[in-house]
């Protein structure tokens, strides 16, 4: 059990008010997308050194919890920070502490169930840490009212003070129950770039895999670094309405994830996912198109693009399933670079971009998801087994 909810990670109290945070430390939209670009080119950096790192230790937990370790400080440091340049020193420590936590975290997670249990376990996990996790966004919009509201940094700040003291319980769990998994390592003598790449000839469809996975963070890193500005300053949400959307987020999961592996084994896993992206563009369009004198129709696209993930876990197991369990080392350090690459130039795109107009940030979203996103799922559905994993 500990397994199971210890290495899926902590929740961030924060949310989507960091970005806002950065904004009122007076950081223009261009200065927010390249502390975004300089977390993703330390990923990258840190990509292949890390899934190396990752398939040669047979202490996963360790490396697990030295990352988790590393990670602590970062709620300190975002509390303390007066300048946006500081940020950039803040997203450089936590990409840091990501790339040697995360590799060990998935697989940990994943070995700690069957492929039988594997969605069942998922999705309880998935409804467990929401439960857990669902007051937290209306608490933090208390927090930010009693401070003073989203025109100050200073309002913000404390949520990430309480960012700080969660993390520190967090880790003390992790520490004392999270229990290893046995991995038996087979020596290779080939160097760390061909050992790497090796992992395509092993598993050809991980290439479909990564190329699904780079125009995801292209979407990913061209909107989000500007999601609480855009729905602050552009659609004129307040921070209860920033709270509200972080609840349906969480209550989501609560309702819906284990109805949503027991549909996943019904329907398939690969398709339901397939059949969601739908509610993810609707969530999308709602975003866009929600008018700055109701920006309550912001939680309705909250719940829609929870809807999303929530019903993704299907993919999530499938895509696991796919990937050796000797290479997902290797794996997780080729993705980091890929994605890194496109991580550094995106974010810096996007607040060009916004310059122009913030709207085009989500319809380009929108039409890679549409278009490249679900076609390649559809594709890698089409080359793997017809009989669902």
């Known amino acids: 059990m500990a397994r199971l909810f210890g290495a899926g990670g902590g929740p961030f109290v924060g949310g989507e008010y960091w970005s806002v945070f950065i904004r009122r430390l007076g950081a223009t939209t261009v200065e927010m997308g390249l502390i975004s670009s300089i977390s993703s080119a330390i990923n990258m950096l840190l990509a292949i050194p890390s899934g190396w790192l990752t398939d040669r230790t047979s202490n996963l937990k360790r490396l697990y919890i030295?990352?988790?370790?590393?990670?602590?400080?970062?709620?300190?440091?975002?509390?303390?920070?007066?300048?946006?340049?500081?940020?950039?020193?803040?997203?450089?420590?936590?990409?840091?502490?990501?790339?040697?936590?995360?590799?060990?975290?998935?697989?940990?997670?994943?070995?700690?169930?069957?492929?039988?249990?594997?969605?069942?376990?998922?999705?309880l996990r998935d409804t467990i840490t929401s439960i857990i996790g669902i007051a937290g966004p209306l608490i933090s919009a208390l927090v930010i009212t009693y401070f003073g509201g989203l025109e100050s940094a200073d309002s913000i700040r404390p949520l990430f003070l309480?960012?700080?003291?969660?993390?520190?319980?967090?880790?003390?769990?992790?520490?004392?129950?999270?229990?290893e998994v046995?991995?038996?390592?087979?020596?290779?003598?080939?160097?760390?770039?061909?050992?790497?790449f090796s992992m395509f000839r092993e598993a050809p469809i991980l290439s479909l895999h990564l190329l699904r996975e780079c125009v995801m963070t292209f979407t990913w890193q061209?909107?989000?670094?500007?999601?609480?500005?855009?729905?602050?300053?552009?659609?004129?949400?307040?921070?209860?309405?920033?709270?509200?959307?972080?609840?349906?987020a969480t209550a989501v999961p609560?309702?819906?994830?284990?109805?949503?592996?027991?549909?996943?084994?019904?329907?398939?896993r690969r398709r339901l996912a397939y059949y969601t992206r739908f509610t993810g563009w609707m969530g999308t369009l709602i975003t866009i198109?929600?008018?700055?004198?109701?920006?309550?129709?912001?939680?309705?696209?909250?719940?829609?693009q929870s809807m999303l993930i929530t019903m993704f876990i299907g993919w999530t197991a499938f895509r696991q399933e796919s990937i050796p369990l000797q290479a997902r080392g290797r794996?997780?350090?080729?993705?980091?670079?890929?994605?890194?690459?496109?991580?550094?130039?995106?974010?810096?795109v996007g607040g060009i971009i916004w310059n122009l107009n913030p709207d085009y940030l989500w319809w380009i979203g929108l039409f890679c998801d549409a278009f490249i996103v679900l076609p390649v799922m559809i594709v890698i559905g089409h080359k793997v087994s017809k009989t669902e994993i």
Request: with cysteine.
């Open 331 to 348: 794996w997780s350090g080729i993705n980091i670079l890929m994605n890194g690459l496109v991580g550094i130039i995106t974010p810096i």
């Open 182 to 196: 046995k991995l038996t390592r087979v020596k290779r003598s080939a160097g760390i770039v061909s050992h790497l």
């Open 222 to 248: 061209l909107t989000m670094p500007f999601m609480g500005i855009y729905l602050v300053d552009v659609k004129g949400a307040d921070q209860f309405i920033l709270g509200w959307r972080g609840t349906i």
């Open 66 to 123: 030295f990352g988790r370790l590393l990670s602590l400080p970062t709620g300190l440091l975002r509390f303390l920070a007066k300048t946006w340049p500081f940020c950039i020193l803040i997203s450089g420590w936590e990409a840091i502490s990501g790339r040697i936590m995360s590799p060990s975290s998935e697989i940990i997670l994943i070995r700690s169930l069957s492929n039988m249990d594997r969605i069942k376990g998922l999705s």
């Open 289 to 304: 198109f929600t008018p700055r004198t109701h920006p309550e129709f912001l939680i309705v696209a909250s719940a829609l």
């Open 254 to 268: 609560v309702f819906f994830s284990i109805p949503a592996g027991y549909l996943a084994e019904r329907v398939g």
């Open 162 to 179: 309480i960012q700080f003291v969660v993390g520190i319980f967090i880790f003390a769990f992790e520490a004392t129950q999270l229990q």
